[in-house]
Every structure is written in structure tokens, then in C-alpha cells.
DNA sequence: CAGAATTTGTGTTGCGCACCTCAAAAATCA
DNA sequence: TGATTTTTGAGGTGCGCAACACAAATTCTG
């Protein structure tokens, strides 16, 4: 048995730093807090002896002291399908958590889809918030209200949709365009070499992550899979009952459908229409979000494939974001980083 | 725009609740920390008060007043593949963050394969450890050097590798049979059909791990796939030559050789016969871990497709197992549950 | 070398809570 | 009713650190 580096047993203090290097505890202070007025030679002193004994600062002292407190907002949608209601009971969840760690969230809800209403939403807030997460529209004038949140020292992240060219401090969500690619790659594989006619269903192409996961789709199709065939993009607006019909309709003008993306939601439409044309183990159907509807399409087998990301995941990680950011701590990327989860019917959690 | 429940500004105080209840700190203190000699009444008012106010405790403030400290063991493999190394990797960037929540990691490496070496590790481990993560093994001496650890009060969690039948406290790793069965699902629709014969590449039967992924492989291959003819397991003892040289003889031997599952490592000998062979694209393989070298296999087109666990997930989800036992918070079951990661070439993080 | 500027030390306060002691008040019992 | 037990209050201490004020020591300037 090998150990590796033991740590001591109990933490040192600023006070053993002090006595260490030789200085005063303000000295210490004034070091490690980076504040003016230390001679180099005395900061490389006391920094030896940071080193030497390990010292790391205690989180829950500095917090403690520090008596500092954040007001985070989370701006949601008001409509919402399921996917939505699952963010925001993770929301709720993630607030939970950060009060104890003197956070404190407040959820908004608010018609995202509509940019003017979003846009003003984000310029009516309350000046009292250190942050904002936000799921954004790609839009001049809600990225104008994101640089003006910026502009004034709100920390702003994006939330499951970005809007790339505003000045928020980061984006908590999939990239869209590798998760078309990779929906693209599962039918394409599952239908393995055979000549075929695809449909995609999108909510609206006006929905930047909609349009993005549709291109990456047709990138890889085109690219990789010349046996099959995309039928243009049909617009489902996100309502079951259109999707339904829209999906009825393709089935019975395709003969040779066998494929159907759905990059938006809508899916309880596809399901019904999929299992009236008794085509459903004929049609390999893949769609996002994980929702107890898609979850029972999938065990069903109506459904083959499901590409997530996981809401809890985005909702702690927008928090821990915010959070490090107003208390000037780094982040660790790969731990922020939001997955594209694909899951078949044997690794549903 | 909806607001949602805001929250107050500050933080309610235990002092804020006292004097909401009409009672003293010290019987606030009693009550919330649930100490005997309230009368039911008093307890009453006092958690009114509390709800009343939405008081939740500062755990900045009552873990710096309680001053307690942890000691976990983390005891990993000495030898070392790349998953392992990750793992370690992962293991000591936690430690990093938890030497800030007054929380101590030390990472002692011994060989886990061995029952007897690994168990007595776990027998003479250091009684100041409140915790240890092991990888384990499935055998009785393990398993009864884990519940001894157990008896004397020590949380033991499992990591990667499970001792289901022990007193182990929480086990952080993925559901090995169900990813048997993502494997097999996925080599069953890639070939779509096809008549072909499959082979499966263990490390050891005698890993459990190993033996659950190829149960659950089997499972489903012989249930929904007659298509496909299991070859028996070979075992590549997780070493990539004689891996390789198993593979290469199978490729030689079975020329409608259409799948490969491997179920544990060696997979750089694997990705060597395929190519040797010239038959890298008409056989599908799928193997388990996202490393350096299965990631560029994957992207290459050798590899189709991965199976993984997140070591930094699991890493970070040990920790806050021991952590949250050992100072009596609940855990949150959906945060823990490491999921089963299906990596294609268009979804690799 | 005096005087000014810079650097360092000493000391204090308070964050919110846990935990302790001792006394006072209230409830219970004989 | 008085004696006993139970419940409650008041108050203090310290956890490790941040933040500040002010004095002392050191260095630099003319």
C-alpha cells in the first residue's frame, strides 16, 4: 500500500501563517486578499509559508465574515411544457440549496417567447440582483437588454438557449448544432444503409436552438448518409395537436418515411400519430428531452432514442456560476460543462 | 411578468426567531438543534416561528461554530489504465475543493484487485478516517473488511466497482448490467438486422463489473436480436496485447465477425487488429470509458461508440456522500445517481 | 540628518452559530 | 402547601476570517 500526499490533520489558520513567515496577521491579510502596501520580498515571505503549511482558506469563515449575500433571478418561461416544468422544479431545488449558502434566488416567469416581452422583462428588473440566468432569444433587442444588464455589473448567464453575441458571462446549456449531428447519427446508423425518406420536426425555425439543431442534422445526413432523403423542415409550434396532424399527414404521403427527428417538443402528437398508422417499429424516431411522456414512448419502444440535457445539471450550474463569479472565484469548466445525453431504452436513469 | 415566492432580502437570524417566538436563543437553540427539555408547546412556537420566517441555518456559520473536520480515504488502484488515472485525477482536484469545507482527502493506492491486499488495506486503514470511498471488490474478505469499517462507524462507500451484500453505506457508480444492455442495444441496431456472429472482450470474469455488462449484453442480444451469434467471452486480463492478439485471432477465425464488445480495457489492442485487418468499418465496436485513446478511436471511426462513466462525477458524488453523512444532511438521490453516458462522435464533451 | 512616505504591527469588532454554565421561573408532585 | 423536577432565560466563549483604525518601525527623499 502506497499513500499518497497526507494532508495534516487539522487545517492551518491565517494565525499559523502569521507565526510561520514571521509577520503579523494583518500582513497575512493583506496578503492574501491582494491588497496594497507589501514590500515583495515580505509578500514572497508569507506566501513560502502558505505553501509550506498548506494553507487554504476556510470557505465558510471567509463567507462568514465577509457577510456578503446574493440575489440571483431566474427568468423563465410562463407557458411550459414539460421539459420546463422540470427546469423549474430544479430551479426551486438549486434555491433551496444556495440559502444556505447565503444565496438567494428568485424565479421570474415571463412569456421568453416573445422578445419584447423578455427584453423589457430583463430592463424592468431590480437593481437589487448581483445575477441573472435567463433562457434567451437571439434577438437585437433582448441582447441589447443583456449588455445593458451587463453594462451595469449584473453577471448574466444564458440558460438552455444562448444568445451568442450579447455580453453575458456564459452560456449553461447543449451545444445545439452537435446535438442535431448526433440525432443525425443515430438514424442514420439505426437505419443502416437503407434507402429512405427522413422528416424533421422543428417547434420554430425562429428558435435559434431549434434552427441549430436542425442544421447539424442535415449537416451529417447530407454529408454522411447519401441513402436518405430530408423532407423540408415542418414547424410544429411546439402543440401536440399540429404536430399530430403534420405528422399524419407526412405518413401517409411518405411511403418510405422511416425517420423522424423532432428537435423541439410536441411529442405526445408524433406518438399518436406513429402508433394510429401502425408504422411506429418501422420508423426510427428520435427526439429531445427527457419527460415522463418521452420516457414511456421510449420503454414503449415508439420511440428509439432520446438526446437530453439534464435540467438539474443546468439548473446548479447556472447557480454555481453565478455564485463563483460574484465571489470572484474560478470555475471548473468540465464540471460546467452541460452534456448532450443520449439515452435508449436501457440506460434511462 | 409573474414574480415567483421572493425571498426576503437578509437571512432570517437564529436571534430573529427567538424574538418572533417570544422565547430565548438558548431555547431556540434547543429546539432547532433538537436537544431534550422543551416542552411540546415551547417546540411548537418556536418552529412556527421558524417556518413563519423561512429560517434556514447559515451552514457557513454552524460549521465554522462546530469546528468540526473530516478525514476521508479514497483507496484506488496502484496500477494504473487511463480511466483510473482520470479517476485519480478527478479524486484529487475533490480533495482540492473539500480542503475548503474543512474536509480532508488522502488517496492511498493499493493494488484492488488482489481480495486479500485490498482488504487488509481496508483492515489496517487509520481509525481517524470518518470515511472512505474504495473501489471494492465482490469477495467475502473484502466484504467483511468493509462492514468491520462499517461496525466501527465508519462510512464506506463504494466507487465504480460495488460490494452489494456489505454494509457499504452508498454505492457511486453506474448500473453495470443495464450497461450491458445499452451495448447490446446499440450493436443490434447498428447491424440492423443483419445476420452476423458478435464476440465479447471481458477483462476478467471475475470482476463483477465485467460479468454484469456481459450478462446484461447477453440478455438482451439473445432476447431481441436472434440475428446475432454471442461468441463466448474471452478474457484480455485488461492488457492491450494479448487483446490484440485475441482480437486479431478472432478476426482471422470468424470472418462474418460484425461486432465487438469490450467490457473493459485493453482497447488500444482492439483498435490495433481492427485496422490491421482492414475491417474497422464493417464491425461495429463498442467499448466502455471516454480516454485519450478510445476518444481518438471514436473520432477516427474505429470505435462507434463509448460507454462511460463520469470519474469526475463520480468523484465529486463520493465526496458529497461522506460529506453529507457525516455531518447528518441529506443527500439528493437524482444528483447522485451516476448516468450511463453514450458517446458518439458528435456528442463527445 | 530631518522629515516624509511607505510598510508593518497591534488591536478591535463582528459575522451566525454551537455549546456551555448557572440561575430563575414554571410546572408537577406529595 | 412546600418540595422536587422540569423548563426556560441570560450570558458568555470561541470558531476563522475580513475589515478597519491607529501606532510603530522601516525605508526613502531632499
Same mark, same amino acid.
Given at each position: 500500500m502506497t499513500a499518497g500526499a497526507t494532508q495534516p490533520a487539522v487545517r492551518a489558520t491565517l494565525e499559523d501563517v502569521a507565526r510561520a513567515a514571521g509577520v503579523s496577521l494583518a500582513t497575512v491579510d493583506r496578503v492574501v486578499n491582494r491588497r496594497e502596501g507589501v514590500r515583495a520580498k515580505t509578500v514572497a515571505r508569507v506566501e513560502a509559508a502558505v505553501a509550506k503549511l498548506g494553507y487554504r482558506a476556510d470557505v465558510a469563515a471567509a463567507r462568514l465574515a465577509r457577510g456578503q449575500s446574493f440575489r440571483f433571478a431566474f427568468v423563465l418561461p410562463s407557458g411550459s411544457n414539460s421539459f420546463m416544468t422540470n427546469l423549474t422544479e430544479q430551479v426551486q431545488r438549486t434555491a433551496d440549496w444556495l440559502a444556505g449558502q447565503r444565496g438567494f434566488i428568485d424565479i421570474l416567469h415571463v412569456d421568453v417567447f416573445d422578445p419584447d416581452v423578455l427584453a423589457s422583462a430583463l430592463e424592468n +428588473?431590480? @437593481? *437589487?440582483?448581483?445575477g441573472v440566468a435567463v433562457i434567451a432569444l437571439d434577438h437585437p433587442r433582448v441582447r441589447a437588454a443583456i449588455d445593458e444588464l451587463a453594462a451595469r455589473g449584473v453577471a448574466v448567464v444564458t440558460l438552455? =438557449?444562448? *444568445? @451568442?453575441? =450579447? #455580453? #453575458? +458571462?456564459h452560456y449553461v446549456g447543449i451545444d445545439n448544432p452537435a446535438a442535431g449531428r448526433t440525432a443525425s447519427t443515430l438514424i442514420g446508423r439505426f437505419l443502416a444503409g437503407r434507402e429512405a425518406t427522413v422528416a424533421v420536426i422543428a417547434g420554430s425555425l425562429s428558435l435559434r436552438d431549434h434552427t441549430e439543431r436542425q442544421f447539424g442534422f442535415h449537416q451529417i445526413l447530407s454529408s454522411e448518409y447519401p441513402n436518405l432523403r430530408a423532407l423540408p423542415v415542418i414547424e410544429g409550434r411546439d402543440d401536440s395537436e399540429r404536430t399530430r396532424e403534420l405528422t399524419a399527414a407526412l405518413l401517409a404521403r411518405h411511403a418510405d418515411l422511416r425517420g423522424i427527428y423532432c428537435c423541439g417538443a410536441g411529442n405526445r402528437g408524433i406518438a399518436d400519430a406513429l402508433e394510429a398508422s401502425g408504422r411506429a417499429r418501422e420508423v426510427v424516431w428520435i427526439t429531445h428531452e427527457l419527460t415522463q411522456y418521452t420516457r414511456r414512448f421510449l420503454v414503449r419502444g415508439t420511440l428509439d432514442a432520446i438526446i437530453n440535457q439534464d435540467p438539474g445539471h443546468e439548473a446548479r450550474s447556472a447557480a454555481r456560476v453565478l455564485l463563483a463569479h460574484c465571489s470572484g472565484e474560478p470555475i471548473s469548466p468540465d464540471q460546467e460543462r452541460i452534456r448532450i445525453d443520449i439515452f435508449l431504452r436501457d440506460n434511462l436513469p
Open positions: +428588473l431590480s @437593481p *437589487a440582483y448581483q438552455v =438557449s444562448d *444568445a @451568442p453575441s =450579447s #455580453r #453575458r +458571462l
